[in-house]
């Protein structure tokens, strides 16, 4: 069983920062590419930021500039910085992580996307 688990998010003015981390836990024998998503209130949920194992990122372009996204593959957690927050950025923030679980005896197993949980992001005026 994989879980991924977020934390940050929070109230913050318009012009304010937050940094929003996911970890990933549980029977995983390598993570792919990391991502955060997002779903303002009565909108889909929409790409923010994706980062691959080798460090390549990629951007909406509504956070290109404001946002970056790294991870550290040693603790398996994917990191937020959202600087320079805008109203429409408000949003409950999804981590999305590509995992291949650990099989019978160590071995590699399956490739799956899992999501974590949510995190509520509130920009206030």
């Known amino acids: 069983q994989v879980h991924l688990v977020e934390s940050g998010g929070g109230l913050v003015q318009a012009g304010g920062s937050l940094r929003l981390s996911c970890a990933a836990s549980?029977?995983?024998?390598?993570?792919?590419?990391m991502g955060w998503y997002r779903q303002p209130p009565g909108k889909q949920r929409e790409l923010v930021a994706t980062?691959?194992?080798?460090?390549?990122?990629n951007y909406a372009d509504s956070v290109k500039g404001r946002f970056t996204i790294s991870r550290d593959n040693a603790k398996n957690t994917v990191y937020l910085q959202m600087n320079s927050l805008k109203l429409d950025d408000a949003a409950v923030y999804y981590c999305?992580?590509?995992?291949?679980?650990?099989?019978?005896?160590?071995?590699?197993?399956?490739?799956?996307?899992?999501w974590g949980q949510g995190t509520q992001v509130t920009v206030s005026s």
């Open positions: 999305n992580a590509v995992i291949r679980g650990r099989g019978a005896g160590g071995s590699a197993g399956s490739l799956y996307a899992y």
């Open positions: 549980g029977n995983i024998f390598s993570i792919n590419a």
């Open positions: 980062i691959t194992s080798g460090g390549s990122t």
